[in-house]
T-cell receptor, first 112, second 114 residues
Framework: QQKVQQSPESLSVPEGGMASLNCTSS?????YFWWYRQHSGEGPKALM?????GDKKEGRFTAHLNKASLHVSLHIRDSQPSDSALYFC????????????FGSGTRLLVSP | EAAVTQSPRSKVAVTGGKVTLSCHQT?????MYWYRQDTGHGLRLIHY???????EKGDIPDGYKASRPSQENFSLILELASLSQTAVYFC?????????????FGPGTRLLVL
């Protein structure tokens, strides 16, 4: 079983809508989370990290972490066609450590 | 912005042949990683390195070797390529230190083994 599970596998939202992506760690040791975004034909690029309970907002992107349930979500407000991409959740046991485990990704399509 | 380049960008190899994928970073980062990406599996760690002349096994090292001759360069070697190694390969680097965990990825190498 993968240590990091993402849902849904794919998601379609209209332009201007809200996209919500979910991620859960099955290993209680993995409590530090990142969101990465990968556009077609490119390498993944970090969007944001979240290490503490609660919300973290960066522009149109808001991450929410619940450490008790090891659940993290990413909400994209006012979604744009350029947000269409594969989104990865990643988790690690500690900051500064070598290893990060990635989920299998959520494919987001934003339709004009 | 941090820069990681990979070569070649795509390659067709024959089963049983030797394949070398190269990665170069200009970030002055200590850590470098090799991942493979397959549909439904996300990114899986093959090998990593935190210092020149030293490499470590990741989660799926079988069938792969790695080489880190300098801080800037990190290679992935498939001595006997197999059909199951068809995938997209990504190299990444990251700095050392507390809260310095963001990984910077290259553009990827698409490998097709026939």
């Amino acid at each position: 079983q993968q240590k990091v599970q993402q849902s849904p596998e794919s998601l379609s939202v209209p332009e201007g809508g809200m996209a919500s992506l979910n991620c859960t760690s099955s290993d209680r040791n993995f409590q530090y989370f990142w969101w990465y975004r990968q556009h077609s034909g490119e390498g993944p690029k970090a969007l944001m990290s979240i290490f503490s309970d609660g919300d973290k907002k960066e522009g149109r992107f808001t991450a929410h972490l619940n450490k008790a349930s090891l659940h993290v979500s990413l909400h994209i407000r006012d979604s744009q066609p350029s947000d269409s991409a594969l989104y990865f959740c990643a988790a690690s046991e500690q900051t500064g450590g070598y290893k990060v485990v990635f989920g299998s990704g959520t494919r987001l399509l934003v339709s004009p | 912005e941090a820069a990681v380049t990979q070569s070649p960008r795509s390659k067709v190899a024959v089963t049983g042949g030797k394949v070398t994928l190269s990665c170069h970073q200009t970030n002055n980062h200590d850590y470098m990683y090799w991942y493979r990406q397959d549909t439904g599996h996300g990114l899986r760690l093959i090998h990593y390195s935190y210092v020149a002349d030293s490499t470590e096994k990741g989660d799926i090292p079988d069938g792969y070797k790695a080489s880190r001759p300098s801080q800037e360069n990190f290679s992935l070697i498939l001595e006997l390529a197999s059909l199951s190694q068809t995938a997209v390969y990504f190299c990444a680097s990251r700095p050392t230190g507390f809260n310095q965990d963001t990984q910077y990825f290259g553009p990827g190498t698409r490998l097709l083994v026939l």
